[in-house]
Each structure stands twice: as structure tokens, then as C-alpha cells.
């Protein structure tokens, strides 16, 4: 097993204890040291940004070394960090004020002049239950700890009276900056050194930023709650207007649907007055050639034999003619409709229908009882449909039609 070169104590260390976190080749390697020092190696091809702590590694080892709930001790090598951004910073922050797991003491080494300032004033902020050590090397962090865990106090050198207030100012200077950025904490106290010292002007600075960033995280505040209220009341607008609107919706389907039923009791009665209208023209169309028949058998004079003759055929062809409007479309009748709709594409399905019968040599008084006008309004139609097409007026309606009807495709 290894061995620590400086306190003999072994040292654990797993492969699954090695995380990639995919940040410029950014990686970790955790291991245990003795039976409660966790050592964490970071590393990374480039200079190191921190942005995330990603404590479920730590949490991963703990777990399964069923160390989650004894003291422990935490050694950072820094090596290769050379900044951390905000969010980064943030997480320290709130690692330093809520451990977890317990640890006792926290100790970094190999630490960059570029990020040293960053971590002293961690350093300032910590607790005193959990101090955050400053160390130059792997052998001073691990004497730390040790010396630590064996209950003695850190060797500080000595200062005259004057070093020590300078380093009291210096270790106010870096909390109170902290506090403000990373706890946003505009209220704290701290003394001010007199205005014949140095210090002063940086401190008086220092004064004016918290005050400026306090009213700033109050206009933040408010504008936050005024924009929440807006999107509140805008949300209850719309969802008033929804509301009506799907109400109004169910009126409307409502109404349509009794127009539906109002409309589908129509057709029924309709279709029944047409069935009985049938039935009883099929009937008298019957009686009437049934009669034909008979009045041909009879002796008459021939002139007026003639006459009754002529009126039969015209009641035969009538009702011949008007059996074949009622029928159904054939594929050629289609095709015509739809080749007349495509060539005049504002014709209504009326002027659709009687260009059709026109076609089919149906003249104005056949047309007119299909329809359902008058023979005057058919020819009005017929008249409307020849400047509707475009007709030279001396071109014939019906030969149009008909020449459209045999062109092919």
C-alpha cells in the first residue's frame, strides 16, 4: 500500500476515484490519507477556472468509505487553478458557512499568486469552528493537519504592534470586501482606520461601495417585485380573457348546434315534402299517359287526335327529362364541372349546375323547375353566366359548353 512521504500514514486510492468534468480537460482525483484526510488533486491541461465545486464527488467517497458522519479534513492541491468565476466563488461561500460533510479543517496548497488574494479573503470569512488554512507546500498542508488534529496552535511569527494593526486592517479589508460580494451583506460594521493613516481612503471607498450596492440590491428588489406583480396581474388578465373566450365558445357551439338541429329538422321536412311531391307527380305522370293511352284507342276526330298526341309526348318528354335531372352526377358530368371550375373559378356552384344542364341540351323551362326559379331568372342566369366566361355575344353559350366538355387534357 502507499504510504504518505510525510506522516507515514497510508494512503487509498480507487480508480472510480478519478471524475472527468469535461471543462478544458478538467479532472479530480480524490484520496484518502490515514483514516479521515481526504486529499483532492485538480487538474486540468490549461489554466483552471473553477466554476462548480461538484461536491457528489466528495459525497460518492464518503458514502462508500462510510465516513458521512465523523470529523473530517480536507487538503486541496491548487496547482493548476488560476481563477475562479462568480458562481464558482458563490459555492465556496456557502461550502465555508454550511460544511458538508464535517470537516474541521480546510487546507489548500500550491496555491497561484493570480487567485492567493481570493482565497485569503475565504480565509478571512470562515468560521472559527472550521478554519481555512493558506499552505505552500503538500508537506506544510499535511504538518498542518496533523498538528492540527493533535490540538496544537498554529506557530504565528511575531509582529510588532504597528505590523499587527496593519495586518488587523488588511484581514477587515478582505471580510468586509467578501461579505459584500459573495453574502451581499450591506449592513456589516467595520472600523475605519483615522484619516491621517494610509488606509483610510481605501476604507472610505470601501464605505461608499456598500452603502452604493445596498441601495442598488433595494432598487433590484423593488423592480423585482414590480415586474412579478406585472407578470401576476398580466397572467390574471389573460386568463380572464381565456376564461371568456372559452365561455363564449361553448355559447357558440351551443347556438351552432341548435342551428345544426334546427337545420337538420328542416331537411327532413324538406325531404319528406319532396318525397310526397315525387310520389304524387310520379303518380299523376301515370294517370296522365295512362290517359294518353286511352285517348289514343278512341275514335276522335284525327286533327284533335293529333293534338292530344303532340300534348302526351310533351308530358312523356317532360317527365323522361325530369327523372334524369334527379339522378346522380356521372364521371363525364364530373369531370366537366371540374374543368369549367378550374377554367372559371368564379362561378358560383349554381351557375356550376345550370352550365351543366345547358350543356346536357336542358332548355330555360326544364332548368327552371330543377332549380326551382322562374324561366325568366334562368334566362338572367344563363345571360350572367355569358359575360361571367367572357363570350364574344355573338358565341353561342351552349357551344362553349360543349366544346369545353370535348377537349382533352
Known sequence: MKLCPVSGLPIKEKNH????????????????????????????????????????DFINLLKEENLSDRPLYLM?????????????????????????????????YNIRPTVRIQYEMFQCIAPQHSPFILADTYS??????????AGKEQENVALDPAAQQEKALQEEFL??????????????????????????PYFKVLEIMQR????????????????????????TSRTTLLNA????????????????????????????????????????????????????EIDIDPKIKQRVSSCC????????????????????DSVFIS???????????????????????????????????TTRGIESIRYRLHKKIGLDKHRSLKTYLSDLSSETV
Not at 140 to 149: G, P, R, S
Not at 212 to 235: A, P
Open 17 to 56: 476515484w478519478y471524475f472527468e468534468h469535461g471543462q478544458n480537460g478538467y479532472a479530480r482525483t480524490l484520496s484518502l490519507i490515514g483514516p479521515d484526510i481526504i486529499h483532492s488533486d485538480e487538474y486540468c491541461s490549461q489554466d483552471l477556472v473553477i466554476e462548480n465545486l461538484h461536491q457528489a
Open 76 to 108: 486541496i492541491n491548487c496547482e493548476h487553478i488560476a481563477d475562479h468565476n462568480y458562481s464558482g466563488k458563490k459555492a465556496i461561500t456557502n461550502l465555508i458557512y454550511n460544511w458538508a460533510p464535517d470537516y474541521k479543517l480546510v487546507v489548500l
Open 140 to 149: 506544510e498542508a499535511i504538518t498542518t493537519i496533523l498538528d492540527f488534529k
Open 175 to 200: 471580510a468586509t470586501s467578501a461579505r459584500m460580494l459573495w453574502l451581499k451583506m450591506f449592513e456589516q460594521h467595520f472600523t475605519i482606520p483615522p484619516e491621517t493613516h494610509p488606509a483610510h
Open 212 to 235: 452604493d450596492l445596498g441601495e442598488m440590491e433595494l432598487e433590484y428588489e423593488k423592480s423585482k417585485e414590480q415586474i412579478i406583480k406585472d407578470c401576476k396581474t398580466l397572467v
Open 245 to 296: 373566450q372559452i365561455e363564449l365558445n361553448k355559447k357558440n357551439a351551443k347556438q351552432f348546434k341548435e342551428e345544426k338541429s334546427a337545420l337538420m329538422s328542416r331537411i327532413s321536412a324538406l325531404e319528406l315534402e319532396s318525397t310526397r311531391i315525387s310520389t304524387a307527380t310520379a303518380e299523376k305522370n301515370a294517370s296522365l299517359k295512362s290517359l294518353c293511352d286511352l285517348l289514343e
Open 313 to 332: 309526348s310533351n308530358i312523356n318528354e317532360i317527365g323522361e327529362k325530369t327523372t334524369l335531372i334527379k339522378t346522380e352526377l356521372t364521371e363525364t
Open 339 to 373: 374543368r369549367l371550375q378550374k377554367r372559371h373559378p368564379n362561378l358560383s356552384q349554381r351557375e356550376l349546375r345550370i352550365g351543366l344542364l345547358i350543356k346536357l341540351d336542358y332548355n330555360s323551362r326544364d332548368i327552371s323547375r330543377t332549380i326551382g326559379l
